[in-house]
């Protein structure tokens, strides 16, 4: 099961933005549009914020975006608001097909 | 909309069999694959596998030895069992359907169960 890379945590304060940084390899994230990513508030079921590197679920605000270079990717909040204080994971399905997790970002609002 | 309905026992003893099922609400259990994913206290997700209509299965290597999904179409539902389960079980069970379109080109985890919380404690 190959792994995905993400920092622990980044803060940021209300209004600013911030990136989130998501490393894998070509055999996950670096191939075609399978990283996907999700909000998870504590209690609460895991959100589908990003799909296919870029896409946003018609529920999800424009303030979130997606990109992806290489091997890596990235989710961007833009405006941060307190309600977007929560842990992020970053997905992708391999070529082995299975699905993996990064290990979580914990987003401070500070 | 798709809605998906978690049920089983959420406490167990170590070395019991955790049962979980999960029955898909406002959509057909099929054309999809359909996921597991647990998180255990303190830690991040983790992806234990996934079934389609036709019962054909991926599971994390990981867990594999212990694990079977399976699905029952005439009840639009699908089920995880874990064998021998011990503390390091014990979490947040969800279940959620796998879009995949492609050979795959693209993926993602676009409904979700509301999760069971399972306990292995003697």
């Known amino acids: 099961q190959s792994a995905l890379t993400q920092p622990a945590s980044v803060s940021g304060s209300p209004g600013q933005s911030i990136t989130i940084s998501c490393t894998g390899t070509?055999?996950?994230?670096?191939?075609?549009?399978?990283v996907s990513w999700y909000q998870h508030h504590p209690g609460k079921a895991p959100n589908l914020m990003i799909y296919?590197?870029?896409k946003r679920p018609s529920w999800v605000s424009n303030r979130f975006s997606g990109s992806k270079s290489g091997n890596a990717a990235s989710l961007t909040i833009s405006g941060l608001q307190a309600e977007d204080e929560a842990d992020y994971y970053c997905?992708?399905?391999?070529?082995?097909?299975?699905?993996?997790f990064g290990p979580g970002t914990k987003v401070t609002v500070l | 909309q798709v809605q998906l309905q978690q049920g089983g026992a959420g406490l167990l003893k170590p070395s019991e069999t955790l049962s979980l099922s999960c029955t898909v609400y406002?959509?057909?259990?099929?054309?999809?694959?359909w996921s597991w994913i647990r998180q255990a206290p303190g830690k991040g997700l983790e992806w234990i596998g996934e079934?389609?209509?036709?019962?054909?299965?991926n599971y994390n290597p990981s867990l594999k030895s212990r694990v079977t999904l399976s699905v029952d179409t005439s009840k639009n539902q699908f089920s995880l069992k874990v064998r021998y389960v011990t503390a390091a079980d014990t979490g947040v069970y969800y279940c959620?359907?796998?879009?995949?379109?492609?050979?795959?080109?693209?993926?993602?985890?676009?409904?979700w169960g509301q999760g069971t919380s399972v306990v292995v404690s003697s």
């Open positions: 997905c992708s399905y391999t070529s082995g097909n299975t699905v993996v």
């Open positions: 070509s055999s996950d994230a670096g191939t075609y549009n399978l």
């Open positions: 079934i389609n209509h036709r019962g054909s299965a």
């Open positions: 296919e590197v870029n």
């Open positions: 959620a359907r796998l879009y995949i379109s492609g050979p795959p080109t693209a993926a993602s985890l676009d409904v």
């Open positions: 406002g959509g057909s259990i099929s054309g999809y694959f």
